[in-house]
Each structure stands twice: as structure tokens, then as C-alpha cells.
């Protein structure tokens, strides 16, 4: 059973993991100027620190115990008390090394990357803020902190991906982001009301207790998650709330790095694992989760096929494990979805970084048709890109291998979805090479001065990629399928988080060795058929994309991504634009403008009248004084 502790020696080093960063961003916003050249350095090391202070937490806690402390009370009325605390436990614990140990590397990547950028301090002071928000948003002991850290990163999103503000659409990609989020996260504050309201309070402890006692299949639990999950398809874009982050590419690519691997994305994820008592009580929200995610994660990996910008193809490929994942969270498999969190973080911010490298090399080209033959100019990111292709590819023994066969195990009962999934995974290992081959093989189409100028990155940048590269390899050992006979190290690490779940749940579909041995070998016969078709189309053949306005039929579609924005803009913002219009002839100009206008006149005209009568001749004054003095006394005599 779960301890509840509260150490002293544990509560300082906890609240200086978040602080350390935060502090960062005040020095740079601050004193940017005269830390020009030690800024960036200053913020990387203080997440250094407070990666450490992680490690000793969780060497110190272990999953054992939890560290739940209030720090104050924010808010109280009655018998509700809302605390402002924090809670490290298992959950926090895993999220917590992602994100300052990923967000290390990724502002070490950065300060080679960004180097020459006018806006490095600047850049530095946003990403420690980003770090700061997303670590809050782990580590709060309640939906009203988690919606605090949760509004933080939207913001930091906001600010990141229209960093280079100067260019317009790259603004429009930050509102887009910014105004998509505001959307689910309107569900998330309805959903905090609805949990205040019924289930007496925001703090984890409260509601999930308090749900606990609720039958299963209530409908206001299934209410609350439902405007939960909104939330969590805002924010970890899925379908209908996803065009925002292929979009989000319009950052710098440390960001999209920060925002796919270790932080935004997967806030979505961490809200329904530690929230798994709820939707383990609404079975009809967790078929909602899981048929979002096989839709999304089908459509988005149809769409990577046709993309050639380098960036764009590593988003959708983001969006589709999203989806992947949230069809795990709705399988009631919490921690193999969180599983494959860990590890995709791990092979998607090495491909990220291994994208900003290549751009790097490339002079500021993005596009995948004008690359090819890279291999011999940049060999380490070549050769560490590949790590990071066949560990998304689902290839043993790399990372992805384990946890997205992990996923497709516990779909297998559940016939129509294993399928999908497994044409989904197919379709990204070959989309994932296509990229690949596009870009390091055949011969160079960029033009002379973009050959003359490839060269490889600076250690800054290869370091990062090569210890991202080891966790790829290595960090699906951590899940070992039971037909080895290993530990399964992290659904035992996780276990305290999900263990009344499984109790509400029932049988788990496990499904035996033999099986699993299958179920192993044709998700890996399918992964190796799609490398095998990129070889051939894209190698053998030679094949380059054709050119945009040369796509015809179904392949148009696809490459203009099924015309979703297109949709949007005519269905939602052109009608909003509209009547926004009407509104501002209608209520604006006639009603607002046309009442302040008229109180304005008569002001003016009371005033322009009132003014004839201060003429300055004293018998005059008393005239009018004496008349007043007789209306006065007629009023008083008639009442």
C-alpha cells in the first residue's frame, strides 16, 4: 500500500525542481543584456539542476511512497478548501526525468542551434518558462494546479512558435495554437466546475476518492470526462483539435523538439493516467478515447505520406503516436500508453533535433526534395537519424519496438482496432523512410552554394543527438514483453498509480506467448515491408516527389491534408468573420457607437445652454435665486 510522507529533505529539493527554471527565465528577462553570452548557459544548467534534483527525489522516493505537501490555501468557502500543493509520486516521478532530462539536451541542442539568432537570450528565457509551466502542471496535487501549468505552456507555445514574430504567418500559426487550446481547455474549466461542484473539491485526493464511491457509469462522471477529454485533444492534438501542431512547425525546431517530446503534447496523456480512477468509471468516455485515438492516428499517418517538408512529416508522424497512445489510455492499458510516452520522447525529440541539424547543414531548407545524399556530409546525424526512424518504425530492439507492441497486444482483442493500429504503424515505417532515404541517400539536388555549405553540426548539437540516440536503443528495456521472462520494470514502477483501475476494470485482456510471438512477428513482417517498399520506390527506382501543383486525384488530397484547414476556414471562420461584421454595424456602429455619441451631445448641449446663463451680472443671480427660492416653496406647500 501507498505511503503518504512528507520528509523535509525531500520538500526543498522538490520545490527547486520547477523553481530553478523559473528562475532562469527572470534572469534572462531581466538582466538578458548583460548575460548575453553566459544567458543561455545559465538556463540550460539550471535544468541540468533540476534534472538532478529528479534523480535524487526518485532515487530517495522510489514508488513507494508519495511526497503529497500543501504548500497554502488559495481558496476557501464552506467546507471547500482549494490548496495550492505539490504530489510526487510514481506518475510525477517518470514525467518529471522526461521532461528536465529531455529539456536539458534540447537547450544544450539550442545554443549551437540558435547561436547567431538576435533572439537567443530571448529564446533561452522562453524555453526555462516552458520547462517551469510544464513541470507545475506534473506536479501539482490538484486540477486547479495542473490548470495553472496547463494555461502555461499554451502561453510558451504561443510565444515559441511565433518567435520569429516579424514573419506574419508565422503569428498565425501562434494564434492558431493559442485560440485551438483555448477551445479544449474551455472543457477542462467546465469540467474543474463540474468536479467542484459533485465531487467536492479539485485536489487529486478529494475527487478521485470521492469518485470511488460513485456507481460505475454515472452520468455525471462520464460528463466530467468527457469535458476532460476535450481538454486533452487541445492540447495533445487530436482529431477535430489537431491542425495546430503541424503548424506549430513555424517555430524554431528546439521548440517543436520541446513541444512533441517532453512537454505540450503529452500533458494530455499525464491528465487521463492520473486521472484513471475517473475514466476507469465511465467506460462509455474511455470508447470515446480510444476510437479518437485509432481515427486520429490512422488519418494523421495517411496524411505524413505525402508531406515533404522534413518538419511537417515529423509532425503528423506526432500526431498519429498521439493517437496511438490515447487509443492505449482508452483500451484501459494506462501504462502502456504512458510507456510509449517515454519512449517516443526519447526517438522524437532525436529525430526533431536530427531535423534542426540536417535544416542546419542545409542553410534553412526544409524541403525533402531538394536534400538527398547527406550521409557522406553529416554522418553522425545520418547515422543517429536512423536510430530514431527504426526505433518509430517499431523495429526490435529499439525503443518504439516494445511499447508499440505493447499497445497492439492489448488491442488484439479487440479485432477492428488491432487492425487499424497495425495499418497505421505500417504506414509510419514507411513514411518514416521515406524521409529517410529522401534525405541522406541518392544524390544531392539542393543547389551548388547549399552543397558548398553542408557541413556537420557543432558539438552542441551532436551530443544531444547522441545520448538521445542510446535512450532510443535502450529505453524500451525498461518494458520487456512477458514471452522474455524479463521484468516489466515500468508497469511494476506504475503499478501504485493504476492498481484501483485495474481493480475497477476487471481481467485485463493479457494475451499468452504464443500469441504474443504472432502478434510480435507481424507487426515487425509489416514494419520491414513498408521499410522494404520506400527502398524500392524511393532508392531502387530513385523516385523524387512531384511537385505540388503536379499532384492529381487521391495523392491531392492527401498532400493538401484532406483540405481540414480548408474546411475550417470556410465552415467556422469565414461565418465567425461574417457575423462579426454584422456585429460591428449592427451593435458597434448603430446601437454602442450611435447611444455614446447621443449622451455625448446631450452633455454638450446641456452644457453649451447652461453656460447662456452665466452672464456675471449679480442682479440677475439673485433674480434667478429668488424665483428658485419661490419654486422650492410652492413643491413644499403642494406636498
Not at 356 to 363: E, L, P, T, Y
Not at 555 to 572: G, P, T
Not at 612 to 627: A, C, D, R, S
Request: with cysteine; hydrophobic share 55%; net charge neutral.
Amino acid at each position: 500500500m501507498e505511503q503518504f510522507i512528507q520528509p523535509i529533505n525531500l520538500i526543498g529539493p522538490s520545490l527547486l525542481v520547477p523553481l530553478l527554471p523559473l528562475l532562469g527565465f527572470i534572469l534572462l528577462i531581466f538582466f538578458g543584456k548583460q548575460l548575453k553570452t553566459l544567458g543561455p548557459w545559465i538556463a540550460s544548467l539550471l535544468v541540468l539542476g533540476s534534472f538532478v534534483l529528479s534523480v535524487y527525489i526518485f532515487s530517495s522516493l522510489g514508488n513507494e511512497n508519495n511526497l503529497d505537501y500543501d504548500l497554502f490555501t488559495w481558496l476557501r468557502w464552506g467546507d471547500v478548501s482549494l490548496n495550492f500543493g505539490i504530489l510526487i509520486d510514481p506518475l510525477s516521478l517518470i514525467m518529471l526525468l522526461v521532461v528536465t532530462g529531455i529539456g536539458f539536451l534540447i537547450h544544450l541542442y539550442s545554443i549551437g542551434y540558435m547561436h547567431h539568432d538576435e533572439g537567443f537570450v530571448r529564446f533561452f528565457a522562453y524555453l526555462n518558462l516552458f520547462i517551469f509551466f510544464m513541470l507545475l502542471l506534473v506536479m501539482g496535487n490538484s486540477y486547479l494546479v495542473m490548470f495553472i501549468g496547463w494555461e502555461g505552456v499554451g502561453l510558451c507555445s504561443y510565444l515559441l512558435i511565433g518567435f520569429w514574430f516579424t514573419n506574419d504567418a508565422y503569428n498565425d500559426a501562434a494564434k492558431k495554437a493559442f485560440i485551438m487550446n483555448r477551445i479544449g481547455d474551455l472543457g477542462f474549466l467546465l469540467g474543474m466546475f463540474f468536479m467542484l461542484f459533485y465531487l467536492g473539491g479539485l485536489d487529486y485526493a478529494t475527487v478521485l476518492g470521492n469518485a470511488s464511491t460513485m456507481e460505475k457509469g454515472a452520468p455525471i462522471l462520464i460528463a466530467i470526462t468527457l469535458l476532460m477529454f476535450v481538454g486533452a485533444m487541445g492540447k495533445s492534438a487530436q482529431i477535430p483539435l489537431y491542425t495546430w501542431l503541424p503548424d506549430a512547425m513555424a517555430g524554431p525546431t528546439p521548440v517543436s523538439a520541446l513541444i512533441h517530446a517532453a512537454t505540450m503534447v503529452t500533458a494530455g496523456i499525464y491528465m487521463i493516467v492520473r486521472s484513471n480512477i475517473l475514466y476507469s468509471l465511465a467506460p462509455f468516455t474511455l470508447e470515446i478515447v480510444m476510437w479518437v485515438g485509432v481515427a486520429t492516428s490512422l488519418f494523421a499517418a495517411i496524411i505524413g505520406i505525402k508531406q515533404n517538408d522534413i518538419k511537417k512529416v515529423l509532425a503528423y508522424s506526432t500526431v498519429s503516436q498521439l493517437g496511438l497512445m490515447f487509443a492505449a489510455l482508452g483500451l484501459g492499458a494506462y501504462t502502456s500508453g504512458m510507456f510509449h510516452v517515454v519512449t517516443h520522447a526519447f526517438f522524437k525529440a532525436l529525430l526533431f533535433l536530427g531535423a534542426g541539424s540536417v535544416i542546419h547543414a542545409m542553410g534553412g531548407e526544409q524541403d525533402m526534395r531538394r536534400m538527398g545524399g547527406l550521409w557522406k556530409y553529416i554522418r553522425l546525424t545520418a547515422i543517429t537519424f536512423l536510430i530514431g526512424t527504426l526505433a518509430i518504425s517499431g523495429i526490435f530492439p529499439f525503443a518504439g519496438f516494445f511499447s508499440k507492441d505493447e499497445i497492439l497486444a492489448a488491442a488484439f482483442h479487440h479485432k477492428i482496432v488491432w487492425v487499424l493500429l497495425s495499418v497505421s504503424s505500417m504506414i509510419t515505417a514507411f513514411y518514416m523512410f521515406r524521409l529517410f532515404f529522401l534525405t541522406f541517400f541518392t544524390t544531392f539536388r539542393g543547389t551548388e552554394e547549399e552543397k558548398h555549405h553542408l557541413h556537420e553540426s557543432p558539438w552542441t548539437m551532436t551530443l544531444p543527438l547522441a545520448v538521445l540516440a542510446l535512450f532510443a536503443i535502450g529505453a524500451g528495456f525498461l518494458g520487456m514483453p512477458s514471452v522474455m521472462h524479463m521484468p516489466h520494470w515500468f508497469n511494476g514502477f506504475l503499478a501504485p498509480v493504476v492498481e484501483t483501475s485495474k481493480t475497477i476494470l476487471g481481467e485485463s485482456h493479457h494475451v499468452d506467448h504464443s500469441t504474443e510471438i504472432m502478434l510480435m512477428l507481424v507487426a515487425t513482417a509489416l514494419a520491414i515491408s513498408s521499410i522494404i517498399f520506400a527502398y524500392v520506390v524511393y532508392l531502387n527506382r530513385k523516385s523524387i516527389p512531384e511537385q505540388d501543383e503536379e499532384t492529381k486525384g487521391f495523392a491531392k488530397w492527401v498532400s493538401n491534408k484532406f483540405y481540414i484547414d480548408e474546411l475550417y476556414d470556410r465552415v467556422i471562420v469565414k461565418p465567425i468573420m461574417v457575423l462579426s461584421d454584422i456585429f460591428h454595424v449592427v451593435v458597434d456602429k448603430l446601437i454602442i457607437d450611435l447611444f455614446v455619441n447621443a449622451s455625448a451631445w446631450m452633455v454638450g448641449f446641456t452644457g453649451r445652454t447652461l453656460r447662456l446663463v452665466q452672464t456675471g451680472n449679480t442682479g440677475f443671480y439673485i433674480f434667478v435665486m429668488v424665483i428658485a427660492m419661490m419654486v422650492l416653496l410652492l413643491i413644499q406647500l403642494v406636498q
